[in-house]
């Protein structure tokens, strides 16, 4: 369980960039993060991780507390982070190693070792590269690299920053159906995007603007009541689409599987 209790960040004093923010991520949620470019969203995700400090409030992580160094070091052996730009996270020159080097930091015994490499790179159709320079690799390679290096340390909990910002659409899918398969599995998912097709695949939305927590809920709330433009987003093509074609069914639950499955189809996701 992640809980942020009134958190308040600025990077210079007086422009505050995160506003008393306040909520909990439970165990086994998919979580999507949206807003406008200079929301906070990666601010949010880096105060997650310990990466920024709150300067009130806390951050606690079942219960261990961000500020705290010992605590931070065990957040870090249950909660994983992908970033935008894979390249920012590589720092071997293997795809074999980039993946043991955190399984070595994190003092996994020898023969466990094997296990977790080839099954993090199975998980994410990356077995055929172990000697394959990272940095060689095409976008969604290096980024599908970048998730195997945090599954095999098995995190409780991944925050991915824009994890699809920089591929095309096909790697794209593949990403997010890891995203989507990891969950399923039981691991807690932070989504940040851009793209608001994707917030259908969460089971909650969070909408940040301008420093402050907008919107806490249900996607299908959440496009059914929020005046997304006033926001600079954009609804999701299956939505805009509902809307065009002048559906009458009011906005249910049963308007969510129809919107996400008519998504999923498309997507083959
Ligand atoms: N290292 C930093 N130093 C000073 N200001 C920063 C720093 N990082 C971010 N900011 C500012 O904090 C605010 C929030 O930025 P943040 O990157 O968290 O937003 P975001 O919602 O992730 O934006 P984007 O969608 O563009 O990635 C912005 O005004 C940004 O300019």
Do not use: C
Not at 58 to 65: E, I, M, Q
Not at 84 to 103: A, C, K, R, S, Y
Request: glycine share 6%; hydrophobic share 40%.
């Amino acid at each position: 369980m992640l809980t942020f209790d009134h958190v308040h960040f600025y990077y210079k004093k007086g422009q505050p960039v995160v506003e008393d923010i306040s909520f909990t991520i439970t165990a086994g949620e998919y979580v999507a993060i949206v807003g406008a470019n200079g929301g906070g969203k990666s601010t949010i995700a880096k105060l997650m991780d310990g990466l920024l400090l709150p300067k009130e409030g806390s951050v606690k992580f079942n219960g261990l507390d961000t500020v705290i160094p010992v605590d931070l070091a065990k957040i870090h052996e249950q909660l994983g982070f992908v970033f935008q730009n894979p390249e920012d996270q590589f720092i071997t020159t293997t795809v074999m190693d980039e993946v043991l080097f955190g399984l070595e930091n994190i003092s996994v015994p020898g023969e466990e070792i094997s296990i977790r490499l080839h099954q993090a790179l199975q998980a994410v159709q990356m077995e055929d590269y172990l000697e394959a320079m990272p940095h060689q690799l095409s976008g969604g390679q290096k980024q599908r690299v970048a998730i195997a290096a945090i599954v095999a340390m098995r995190p409780q909990f991944i925050i991915f920053d824009e994890p699809t910002s920089m591929l095309d659409p096909q790697s794209r899918k593949q990403v997010l159906s890891i995203m989507r398969e990891l969950n399923q599995q039981g691991m807690t998912i932070v989504h940040i995007t851009h793209h608001m097709e994707e917030v259908l695949l969460a089971d909650r939305v969070m909408l940040l603007h301008q420093g402050h927590l907008i919107f806490d809920g249900e996607p299908y709330t959440f496009f059914a009541t929020v005046p997304v433009g006033d926001y600079q987003l954009e609804l999701p093509f299956a939505v805009r689409l509902y809307h065009q074609l002048h559906l009458t069914t009011p906005l249910t639950a049963n308007w969510k599987e129809m919107i996400t499955s008519q998504w999923s189809t498309n997507y083959k996701i």
